[in-house]
């Protein structure tokens, strides 16, 4: 009989568990990236309307 700690690091190990893994972070760089994309485009046309102004 195999200990538990062997157990669990066998299942964490798993082709599935790596998979799984690799998609979650996939998924969150793929949110941040939105993210950032949309920060930058608030910004940029923020920047855009003070160009208006004289100085």
């Known amino acids: 009989?195999?200990?538990p700690s062997v157990d669990m690091a066998n299942r964490?190990?798993?082709p599935?568990?790596?998979l799984r893994f690799?998609?979650?972070q996939r998924s969150l760089a793929s949110d941040v990236?939105?993210?950032m994309n949309s920060?930058?485009?608030s910004c940029t046309h923020s920047l855009a309307s003070f160009a208006i102004f004289p100085v």
């Open 1 to 3: 009989m195999s200990k």
């Open 12 to 14: 964490m190990s798993s």
């Open 16 to 18: 599935l568990m790596v």
């Open 22 to 24: 690799s998609w979650w």
């Open 33 to 35: 990236m939105k993210l």
């Open 39 to 41: 920060l930058t485009h």
